[in-house]
């Protein structure tokens, strides 16, 4: 029997009743799955809470509902300002809104924090029952784990099939994952800069991230969550960060924006940083004091793991079960995911056409910088969908 912190009246305001001593203040609400939640790796996890925030209101017949799922360092925070609970401003609140492409006066869009994560949802800073951290003894998830959890939230909240699912990069895989484990849940789809399969390079930049951290005095193989305040791995997630910005933006960007210039009052050749460098050691700061390693470590396995026809198949057997509508959509100058494997995603899905590429310089962060465009494919899949 899963449970609601609050009823689903919308919108949910400020620091609602529903919260737990503990739990951040912002418009966040929490669904408790009661029961196990099965993992692939044969083990349980015996309770989940899945944080998630929503616009909009769901219609009577549930009938219009939107799952939005988020990327690697996201949360449930798809819209709205940063305040309370929310370091940063909605990822993708240009795209959710009165009048906007995820037009909330028609739309109920649902936004959760994957499994895993640690921004409200069950991960490894969580406590188990017995009210210790879960630190190294967090199991090992999958992409169809974090799936299973969110299919336990749309039934708690009596969503039975969402008109479409939507997500980008480890948004994109779970959204894809919707598609082939739970196609009759699935009314729509778009998959932005994702693979059917994680491939050798994008495992291998995983992996580098994951040693960063673990490589990390302060990672106490995963249990440190309840040391001394400012001893956790916090330079180990900072470089992981590092090494994952350079493949989120692209080299003529990179290039253009900084070339060679010196940071402001530097100088290289004495020690001084490089702009790039500056660029780096912000883009680190900022994750580090917002983020949570294990999580990171969790979240980037499941990500290393992704294989859409694993156990099925191969891919193109998955997929073919998947007949939904659907788009596709790669990033013209995404180097970590790159429009090939798009490509082979429209070319495999049955509902999908041909390949949407988003022109952008700023490489596979365009998902979430080209809002226009992004947002010119989500009015044409709403407008697709099958009802």
Same mark, same amino acid.
């Given at each position: 029997m899963n449970s609601v912190t609050a009823p689903p009246a919308f919108p949910v305001p400020p620091a609602s009743g529903g919260r737990r001593d503990g739990d951040p203040p912002g418009r966040r609400r929490w669904v408790t799955l009661t029961d196990a939640l099965?993992?692939?790796?044969?083990?349980?996890?015996?309770?989940?809470?899945?944080?998630?925030?929503?616009?909009? @209101?769901?219609?009577?017949?549930?009938?219009? /509902?939107?799952?939005?799922?988020?990327?690697?360092?996201?949360d449930s925070h798809a819209a709205g300002p940063a305040g309370p609970g929310h370091p940063t401003a909605g990822w993708w609140d240009a795209l959710i809104g009165p009048g906007r492409a995820l037009d909330t006066d028609r739309w109920f869009v649902v936004a959760p924090n994957v499994l895993g994560g640690c921004q409200g949802s069950t991960g490894p800073s969580s406590r188990r029952p017995d009210g210790? @951290?879960?630190?190294?003894?967090?199991?090992?998830l999958t992409i169809r784990d974090q799936v299973a959890a969110e299919a336990g939230l749309a039934d708690a909240l009596g969503i039975g099939r969402w008109a479409a699912v939507i997500g980008g990069s480890m948004g994109g895989m779970r959204?894809?994952?919707?598609a082939v484990c739970l196609p009759d849940?699935?009314?729509?789809?778009?998959?932005?800069?994702?693979?059917?399969?994680? %491939? /050798?390079?994008?495992?291998?930049? &995983?992996?580098?991230? +994951?040693?960063? +951290?673990?490589?990390?005095?302060?990672?106490?193989?995963?249990?440190?969550?309840?040391?001394?305040?400012?001893?956790?791995?916090?330079? &180990?997630?900072?470089?992981?960060?590092?090494?994952?910005?350079?493949?989120?933006?692209?080299?003529?960007?990179?290039?253009?924006?900084f070339g060679r210039a010196a940071q402001a009052g530097e100088v290289p050749s004495q020690g001084g940083r490089y702009q790039v460098e500056s660029y780096l050691d912000h883009h680190a700061a900022k994750l580090v004091r917002r983020f949570d390693a294990g999580s990171y470590v969790t979240l980037t396995e499941a990500m290393n793991g992704h294989d859409v026809g694993r156990g099925r198949g191969g891919a193109a057997r998955a997929l073919r079960g998947a007949g939904?509508?659907?788009?596709?959509?790669?990033?013209?100058?995404?180097?970590?995911?790159?429009?090939?494997?798009? /490509?082979?995603?429209?070319?495999?899905?049955? &509902?999908?056409? @041909?390949?949407?590429?988003?022109? %952008?310089?700023?490489?596979?962060?365009?998902? $979430?910088?080209?809002?226009?465009?992004?947002?010119? $494919?989500?009015?044409?899949? $709403?407008?697709?969908?099958?009802?």
């Open positions: 099965p993992l692939e790796s044969g083990t349980a996890l015996p309770e989940v809470r899945m944080a998630y925030e929503t616009w909009g @209101r769901l219609a009577p017949d549930g009938s219009n /509902a939107v799952l939005v799922l988020h990327a690697l360092t996201g210790t @951290r879960w630190g190294a003894g967090f199991p090992r959204a894809l994952e919707w849940r699935t009314g729509s789809l778009l998959v932005l800069a994702a693979p059917a399969a994680s %491939s /050798a390079e994008q495992i291998a930049w &995983g992996s580098l991230q +994951i040693a960063a +951290i673990r490589d990390d005095p302060g990672w106490r193989e995963g249990d440190y969550h309840d040391a001394p305040p400012g001893s956790g791995p916090h330079r &180990g997630l900072g470089q992981a960060r590092r090494i994952a910005h350079v493949t989120y933006r692209s080299e003529a960007e990179l290039a253009s924006r939904m509508p659907a788009l596709i959509a790669g990033i013209d100058s995404d180097r970590l995911y790159p429009p090939a494997q798009q /490509a082979e995603l429209a070319e495999l899905l049955p &509902g999908a056409g @041909r390949l949407r590429v988003i022109p %952008s310089p700023h490489g596979h962060d365009g998902f $979430l910088v080209e809002t226009a465009h992004v947002g010119a $494919l989500v009015r044409e899949l $709403l407008t697709s969908r099958r009802s």
